[in-house]
């Protein structure tokens, strides 16, 4: 309990939320395991306030996903997001087919030429990722997927890599596509990327502590059915 305070605690030093937005399956009210929360207890707390031995609770630590967001080549400092299910990289309102140059631990992996592309934790392969035909993934599994939203072609298909991996995507000066944005974990706070503008996605070093009753991937399998 005192690791998981005092994580707590670095988090909001840190400016972090400490408990990004629940999505379908991580339970409970909108407040941080281990308490300090304002919002009522959630279904999720009963189960651990109860428990007859302490020692049959199970902690996964998901990943969360840091972003430097540098909106044109003007800027001077990059805008810092966390999040923990996905950043979303697209064209927006656009009409016209959108590119996107992807690095990968400096190395070229493509031009995307989609309407955009979604990079994704295992926590978030559940979500928009698979909506766009990405894998499913367990939460144990370290990786990040990076998985095409409508692409144009046959050649670029979601891929997974590891979950140090720094993925860059920088929006080409020639894209003849407007009003790119990126955006994290389904905010309706995006931020916008001009030509020349890039998001650096990297793994955060404060990974999000979830409360389980069973050990390894058992209570995710449970959600799947």
Not at 67 to 88: D, G, M, R, T, Y
Not at 168 to 191: C, K, L, N, T, V
Request: hydrophobic fraction near 30%; charged fraction near 15%; aromatic fraction near 6%.
């Amino acid at each position: 309990r005192d690791g998981v305070a005092g994580l707590h605690d670095e988090l909001r030093r840190q400016g972090l939320p400490p408990h990004p937005g629940q999505g379908p399956g991580h339970g409970g009210g909108g407040e941080f395991p281990g308490g300090g929360g304002t919002r009522p207890p959630g279904p999720g707390r009963p189960c651990v306030a109860d428990a007859a031995d302490p020692a049959q609770l199970y902690v996964t630590l998901r990943t969360r996903l840091r972003c430097q967001v540098w909106a044109s080549p003007a800027c001077e400092k990059p805008a810092i997001k966390h999040c923990l299910n996905e950043v979303v990289s697209d064209k927006g309102a656009h009409p016209g087919l959108g590119t996107l140059d992807c690095h990968g631990d400096g190395m070229h992996v493509t031009t995307v030429q989609a309407d955009g592309l979604v990079i994704s934790t295992p926590s978030g392969s559940t979500g928009y990722n698979m909506a766009v035909g990405g894998p499913v993934v367990a939460p144990s599994v370290p990786c990040t997927v990076l998985s095409p939203i409508a692409p144009h072609s046959l050649s670029f298909r979601p891929i997974t890599v590891p979950e140090s991996s720094k993925i860059e995507i920088s929006i080409p000066r020639e894209s003849r596509a407007e009003g790119y944005r990126a955006i994290f974990d389904g905010s309706a706070q995006g931020s916008a990327l001009g030509k020349g503008g890039s998001v650096l996605v990297e793994p955060s070093l404060f990974p999000f502590p979830i409360i389980n009753s069973r050990r390894y991937d058992h209570d995710w399998y449970v959600g799947l059915n």
